[in-house]
């Protein structure tokens, strides 16, 4: 049985749940999940400045505490949603590794990471539900710690669930684009908001023996 990473981002998490489902009717499934439209909202409520660099959530102290909250509030939902199979885990707990960026604040970049939680609940046949916090704790990107984990377990493929269709260029959706492509495309600066994590994470996961697919977009080595 081959093992599936599922990225899901915040804005589709509640609707996720079946196509986790049914991915794990045949294959091992472990979820990655964000919560960006819930944090973003919980710092506005907070009177927080909500600031990206790259794609990227700079992160404060009291920014963190926010992000947490909304990660928990996010996981507790999804895992509800799909049922006993689901384990929740955090990433800080169960020993996620990220190289801190301080240009960004509490900010690590992730690094492949094979947690025993994660392998525990899938070897139980369970499917493991991730919130992409790092030892420190550190924020992590979601599509960067969804790459990451996919590299350190050992995963076949990662397979992105988004509110959008895929990587467009010049207005349409690309089937398969090549990582050097991927890469060059990324450093062209010409890419905006949250496709440029979610293609770098795409990229990482393909050099590190992972298939990797965005919408309809698939990234090949």
């Known amino acids: 049985m081959s093992l599936v990473v ?3 981002g915040g804005a589709v998490a509640g609707d996720s749940a079946d196509a986790v489902l049914a991915l794990g009717e045949v294959h091992e499934v472990c979820v990655v999940h964000g919560a960006g439209p819930q944090i973003s909202l919980e710092m506005e409520r907070a009177g927080i400045p909500v600031e990206f660099i790259e794609g990227r959530r700079v992160t404060s102290p009291e920014g963190l505490a926010l992000v947490r909250a909304s990660l928990q509030r996010v996981n507790a939902a999804l895992c509800d949603a799909i049922g006993e199979r689901a384990v ?3 990433g800080d707990e169960i020993g996620l590794h990220a190289k801190r960026v301080p240009t960004l604040g509490l900010v690590g970049n992730a690094v492949p990471t094979r947690p025993a ?3 525990e609940a899938l070897d139980a046949g369970k499917i493991p539900v991730v919130a992409p916090l790092a030892e420190g704790p550190l924020n992590v990107n979601a599509d960067e710690a969804a790459a990451a984990l996919a590299i350190g377990i050992d995963a076949d493929e ?3 669930l988004t509110d ?3 990587l467009l260029v ?4 690309v ?3 090549g990582v050097d492509d991927a890469s060059e495309l990324l450093a062209g600066g010409t890419l905006q908001g949250g496709i440029i994590p979610k ?3 795409a990229v990482t996961a393909a050099r590190g023996g992972v298939s990797a697919t965005i919408g309809r977009t698939a990234v090949a080595r």
């Open 88 to 90: 929740g885990l955090f």
């Open 164 to 166: 959008v269709d895929g």
């Open 158 to 160: 990662l397979l992105f």
């Open 117 to 119: 939680a994660v392998v």
């Open 175 to 177: 089937d398969t684009i």
């Open 6 to 8: 599922v990225k899901v």
């Open 199 to 201: 293609l770098g994470a």
């Open 170 to 173: 010049d207005g349409r959706v």
